[in-house]
Nanobody
Framework: QVQLVESGGGLVQAGGSLRLSCAAS????????MGWFRQAPGKEREFVAA????????DYVDSVKGRFTISRDNAKNTVYLQMNSLLPEDTAVYYC?????????????????WGQGTQVTVSS
């Protein structure tokens, strides 16, 4: 497994931006597909975005397309989630996850390492 530590969450007004970071250690980072999931109170955890290890293909849930951007810096063993035009419905705990799959996946069962989560709160 790989150890993942998220940072960058916080409180922001609707329309604002945040950038989440996820630092990885313990496995060859560049060979991992990375994903971001979120869980709002009373709701199930949902897929947000994913990026493959090479080439860096990306995938997004429809509700964040055009607003969120996932990227990775393999030299820093870090994956990012840039979140723009935030909406109150984006409020959730955001989790970083790592998958050994070579192809993109949205299934949480395909991710075998998870971070502790970071809270994102968007006020209206």
């Amino acid at each position: 497994q790989v150890q993942l530590v998220e940072s960058g969450g916080g409180l922001v007004q609707a329309g604002g931006s945040l950038r989440l970071s996820c630092a990885a250690s313990g496995r060859t980072f560049w060979m991992l597909a990375m994903g971001w999931f979120r869980q709002a109170p009373g709701k199930e955890r949902e897929f947000v975005a994913a990026i493959s290890w090479y080439p860096s293909s990306t995938d997004y849930v429809d509700s964040v397309k055009g607003r969120f951007t996932i990227s990775r810096d393999n030299a820093k063993n870090t994956v990012y989630l840039q979140m723009n035009s935030l909406l109150p419905e984006d409020t959730a705990v955001y989790y970083c996850a790592a998958s050994p799959r070579a192809t993109l996946t949205r299934a949480s069962a395909d991710f075998d390492s998870w971070g502790q989560g970071t809270q994102v709160t968007v006020s209206s």
